[in-house]
């Protein structure tokens, strides 16, 4: 995003900002391709609801593993520490990575 002059950017437009007005169309002007066009664009609101939906979940679950799997491996180096007796040893940092040399 370049800045306009005399306006800081701050981030990108809020969502809402780029939506255009609603246009009614009047009663009178509601014909079989107004109709076919509504129709068309409810069926494609409906899947994107649907892919979003799907997509949603899909995430959901893979961060679920992901917990599940981190956990796992907390518990795993806590083990391994315990067995080595890794926690004294002087190259370990406080938050158990590796001091650089």
């Known amino acids: 995003i370049t800045p306009l ?4 950017t701050t981030g990108p437009p809020p969502k809402g ?12 002007k509601k014909d079989t391709t107004y109709w076919e066009k509504r129709k068309k664009n409810n069926e494609a609101a409906r899947r994107s609801r649907e892919r979003k939906r799907f997509n949603d979940f899909a995430i959901e679950s893979q961060v679920a593993t992901l917990q599940e799997e981190n956990l796992r491996l907390r518990w795993e180096v806590l083990e391994l520490r315990a067995r080595f007796s890794l926690a004294d040893l002087e190259y370990l940092d406080q938050d158990g990575g590796l001091q650089p040399f």
Do not use: S, V
């Open 5 to 8: 002059a005399g306006h800081p």
């Open 17 to 28: 900002a780029l939506r255009r007005k609603r246009e009614f169309t009047p009663d009178d």
